[in-house]
C-alpha cells in the first residue's frame, strides 16, 4: 500500500504545489489567530477558521478539476467567463450589497460573490488568447493593442466605480502582459503617457469632489452592509461616478501628508486602522510574539482580511514576513520558468497573466500593511479569510498547474526531433 502511494505521480509542479501548500497553511493559522472580533460577534469559537478552512477545500476541489482540464480549452471558457462577469458588474452597481460605503458584492447562496474576481480572470485569458494569435516574427501585431484596448476599457470602468484599486491593479497586469506579449514599445510609450494624464485628471477631481471632513472608511468601525449601494443616495452624474471621492480623497491626504504627529496627539479613533498596523509590526521586537499571541487583532476589524500581513509580522516576526514575501516571488519565477518552457504562446502568456495578477495584488497588500502605500481594500490572495477570493484564486492557481503538466514543452520536442533523425540513420 505505502510502495504505491509513493510512487503515484502528483500531476503539475511541485514547486508551485509547494507554495500553494505553505499559503494554505499561513492561511488557517493566521485566520484563526486574527478572526477574534468575528468570534466575538458569532459567539463561536472555532466557527470563523472552520468557515474558512471549509472554503479553502472548496477551492482545492476547483483547483484539481481546473487543474486535470487541458490548457488548450481553456480558449473555449473565455467568451463565456466575459460575458457573465460583464453582467454580474452591471447588476453588482445597481443591486450589489454594499461593504464600507463600495457595493462590491453580490449574495450568492451564503456567499459573498465579487464579480470583480472573475472579471480579472476572463480578462487575462482574452488578453493572452489575442496576444498569442497575433504574434509575429518581430512581435505582436500592432492591431492586437488596440483590440486589448477596446475589451479591457469598459471591465476596468466598471470595476473602478467601485473597487478603484483592483481596477489599477488588473491594469497594471495587462499593461505588462502586453509587454511580454512584445506589443510595438511604441503604443506602450504613448499609454503610459495617456494613464499620467488620465490619473492626474482623475486625481484632481477626487480632490475636487471629495469631502474633506469625510469619514475614512479605514477607521475602526463595525462594517456596514446595506441591501443598496451609497451611490443610489446621490444625484447627478458626477456624483454616481465619484460617490466614494470622499474615502478616495482621505486616504490620499493620509498618504501624502508626512507631518510627524507625537504619540499623545494620535488619533486612535480616526486613524485607527494604520495607527494599530503600525503597533502591530512595532511590537512584533523581529522575532514575533508567536503564532495566536497577537494584541492588535482586538483593535484591527479588517485583521483577517486587508491587514492581516501585520498579524502575520506581529506574530511570526520580520523572518515569518520575508517567508511569506518569498513564497510570492518563488510563484512568480516559477511561473515565469514555466511559461519559457512551453512551445505555445497562449499558455505561457496565459500563467503570466495570473502569476502577475496574484503577486503584484500580494505586494500592494503587503505595502498598504507597512505604510507604502495608501490604504485600500486588497486582500492577501490565498492567505486573507475570503469567499469568491479564496475559491477563485484557487482556480488560478489550479490553471498555472494545469499549463505545467498538459502544455506542449520545448525540451519534449526537442527530444521527439533528436529521436527521429537516429532512426531515420538506423
Not at 123 to 149: H, P, V, W
Not at 176 to 189: A, E, Y
Request: aromatic share 10%; proline share 3%; glycine share 6%.
Amino acid at each position: 500500500m505505502i510502495d504505491r502511494l509513493l510512487k503515484i505521480k502528483i500531476k503539475g509542479d511541485g514547486i508551485i504545489w509547494m507554495v500553494f501548500f505553505f499559503l494554505c497553511i499561513i492561511s488557517i493559522v493566521e485566520v484563526y489567530s486574527s478572526s477574534s472580533t468575528l468570534t466575538f460577534k458569532s459567539g463561536s469559537y472555532y466557527g470563523p477558521v472552520l468557515r474558512h478552512t471549509g472554503l479553502l477545500l472548496v477551492g482545492v476541489l476547483f483547483m484539481i478539476i481546473t487543474m486535470n482540464i487541458k490548457c488548450k480549452y481553456f480558449k473555449i471558457v473565455t467568451p463565456f467567463a466575459l460575458l457573465i462577469s460583464f453582467v454580474m458588474l452591471v447588476v453588482v452597481l445597481s443591486m450589489g450589497q454594499s461593504t464600507n460605503g463600495a457595493a462590491r458584492w453580490i449574495g450568492l447562496f451564503g456567499i459573498q460573490f465579487q464579480p470583480s474576481e472573475l472579471a480579472k480572470g476572463a480578462l487575462i485569458l482574452a488578453e493572452a488568447q489575442i496576444l498569442s494569435a497575433m504574434q509575429t516574427e518581430n512581435g505582436a501585431d500592432r492591431r492586437a493593442f488596440k483590440y486589448i484596448c477596446i475589451l479591457s476599457i469598459p471591465f476596468v470602468m466598471l470595476i473602478a466605480v467601485e473597487n478603484l484599486s483592483t481596477a489599477m491593479l488588473l491594469c497594471i497586469t495587462i499593461f505588462i502582459l502586453m509587454f511580454i506579449g512584445r506589443v510595438p514599445k511604441s503604443q506602450l510609450n504613448r499609454t503610459i503617457g495617456v494613464v499620467v494624464l488620465a490619473a492626474a485628471f482623475g486625481i484632481g477631481m477626487i480632490m475636487l469632489v471629495g469631502n474633506d471632513e469625510a469619514k475614512d472608511t479605514t477607521k475602526n468601525e463595525k462594517m456596514v452592509l446595506t441591501e443598496n449601494p451609497p451611490a443610489a443616495e446621490k444625484t447627478g452624474f458626477v456624483s454616481k461616478i465619484f460617490h466614494r471621492a470622499d474615502t478616495w480623497k482621505a486616504r490620499i491626504d493620509k498618504f501624502m501628508n508626512n507631518k510627524e504627529v507625537a504619540p499623545n496627539d494620535y488619533d486612535l479613533d480616526k486613524d485607527a486602522q494604520v495607527a494599530h498596523a503600525n503597533i502591530a509590526i512595532a511590537s512584533s521586537n523581529i522575532v514575533g510574539k508567536g503564532p495566536g499571541n497577537s494584541v492588535e487583532r482586538d483593535f484591527l476589524s479588517q485583521a483577517f482580511s486587508d491587514f492581516i500581513y501585520a498579524i502575520i509580522i506581529e506574530e511570526m516576526g520580520i523572518w515569518g514576513a520575508a517567508f511569506v514575501c518569498l513564497l510570492y516571488i518563488i510563484l512568480l519565477f516559477r511561473t515565469a520558468t514555466i511559461a519559457n518552457r512551453c512551445v505555445n504562446a497562449f499558455p505561457a502568456l496565459l500563467i503570466m497573466g495570473i502569476s502577475l495578477m496574484l503577486t503584484t495584488q500580494a505586494f500592494f497588500n503587503m505595502m498598504v500593511a507597512v505604510g507604502l502605500a495608501p490604504v485600500t481594500g486588497q486582500p492577501l490572495p490565498l492567505i486573507s479569510r475570503g469567499g469568491t477570493s479564496t475559491i477563485m484564486n484557487c482556480i488560478y492557481i489550479g490553471i498555472i498547474l494545469s499549463v505545467s503538466y498538459w502544455a506542449k514543452k520545448k525540451d519534449e520536442v526537442d527530444r521527439k526531433t533528436e529521436v527521429k533523425p537516429a532512426l531515420a540513420t538506423a
